[in-house]
């Protein structure tokens, strides 16, 4: 629908933004789209223990699908949504194709996204990021799929969030809190983690 009023600045709402200006001609915003939500289907990907190229694969069949299904998508506010859940369908696909890959195989630079940083600053994000990853995998399994999708958000839509991971809406802010409570009290009693 041309000329429809932006939407509030959520996670969410700036994808539907980008979806729409990318259904009404500008190709541009696909790649900002691409930028935004990546990391969110990355790690819903990685959460069904698929390996990297693996998890790569599936979100780049998860783009293609969209491009292919845009004018199918009657409303822009779904696309977060609609990607997710497709994301998650993929890996599903690809795990019962496969055999389960157990999460003690993974490497730790395999528990971050792909990043571009001049290497010693890579070396020690990587460090912390895997820390940190080992840390969640840790967590019980609706803590670390909450925290997986909404730790890329500035502005979480707990609405999405709660429709793709089928949580009640209420119970997305308490449970956050308390997942992220749990995480602070692992790694306070990490020595190798500096906060």
């Not at 994808?15 to 990318?22: D, E």
């Not at 780049?60 to 497709?86: F, G, H, M, T």
């Amino acid at each position: 629908m041309i000329g429809a009023d932006p939407l509030p600045e959520t996670v969410a709402g700036r994808a539907a933004n980008l979806f729409r200006s990318f259904r009404e001609g500008d190709e541009a915003k696909m790649g900002e789209l691409v930028a935004l939500l990546t990391p969110i289907l990355w790690h819903t990907a990685r959460a069904q223990r698929l390996d990297r190229e693996a998890s790569e694969d599936v979100v780049q069949n998860a783009w293609l699908a969209l491009v292919r299904s845009a004018d199918s998508i009657s409303e822009p506010q779904a696309v977060l949504k609609w990607l997710i859940v497709c994301t998650r369908r993929e890996a599903w696909r690809v795990v019962k194709q496969s055999d389960r890959v157990e999460p003690t195989d993974f490497d730790n630079d395999e528990l971050v996204a792909p990043v571009r940083e001049i290497p010693e600053d890579l070396v020690l994000s990587n460090d912390r990021s895997g820390r940190l990853w080992q840390h969640i995998a840790r967590l019980p399994e609706r803590c670390q799929a909450l925290l997986r999708v909404i730790a890329f958000a500035d502005r979480p839509d707990y609405a999405a969030v709660a429709e793709a991971l089928g949580m009640p809406l209420g119970s997305i802010g308490p449970t956050r809190g308390r997942c992220l409570a749990k995480l602070r009290e692992q790694l306070a009693i990490d020595p190798g983690w500096e906060s």
